[in-house]
């Protein structure tokens, strides 16, 4: 994987950008996720 840089404000960082998908209600969802490349923290998270 590959890290991309990410400004938030004032806050400047690499994460990387990710997706899972989980079942429910019998239906697959997918989200996508970004997480910092350093600590491994998860920035965001979003269904699509």
């Not at 938030?8 to 950008?17: E, F, G, I, Q």
């Not at 997706?19 to 491994?40: K, W």
Request: no cysteine.
């Amino acid at each position: 994987m590959t890290t991309a840089p990410w400004d938030r404000y004032a806050y400047h960082t690499s994460v990387y950008y990710g997706g899972i998908t989980r079942l429910e209600d019998g239906e697959p969802v997918q989200y996508e996720f970004i997480a910092d490349a350093h600590t491994g923290t998860l920035m965001n998270i979003y269904k699509v």
